[in-house]
């Protein structure tokens, strides 16, 4: 079992930043690839990025590439994405997501484990 513990979520101005931490504990990250997705009020879950185990291949969205950025610490259980230049329509609640199996997949049928989300706002 893999719990997930996203922070660092909250209340940001257009073309803010802000820094997102997902912590993981049950067992190391090691070996497993890590992912965030987003939920938009009245709209369904999407992908934003996904990293792999060992942090040499990472893939993002169209909507955020260039703009998001995600990295892990194995050494802390720790998976990060630093979000720069916000936008309002970045706003919605953050998830991240772990696969016991996967390389770095984008599909949400993939992630077996999924944190509780932290919100983020950005207002214009």
């Known amino acids: 079992q893999v719990q997930l513990v996203e922070s660092g979520g909250g209340l940001v101005q257009a073309g803010g930043s802000l820094r997102l931490s997902c912590a993981a504990s049950?067992?190391?990250?090691?070996?497993?690839?890590m992912g965030w997705f987003r939920q938009a009020p009245g709209k369904e879950r999407d992908f934003v990025a996904t990293?792999?185990?060992?942090?040499?291949?990472?893939f993002y969205a169209d909507s955020v590439k260039g703009r998001f950025t995600i990295s892990r610490d194995n050494a802390k259980n720790t998976v990060y994405l630093q979000m720069n230049s916000l936008k309002p329509e970045d706003t919605a609640v953050y998830f991240c997501?772990?696969?016991?199996?996967?390389?770095?997949?984008?599909?949400?049928?993939?992630?077996?484990?999924w944190g509780q989300g932290t919100q983020v706002t950005v207002s214009s």
């Open positions: 997501a772990a696969s016991t199996y996967s390389s770095s997949t984008r599909l949400q049928e993939d992630y077996e484990y």
């Open positions: 990293i792999n185990w060992w942090g040499g291949s990472t």
């Open positions: 049950g067992r190391t990250l090691s070996g497993v690839a």
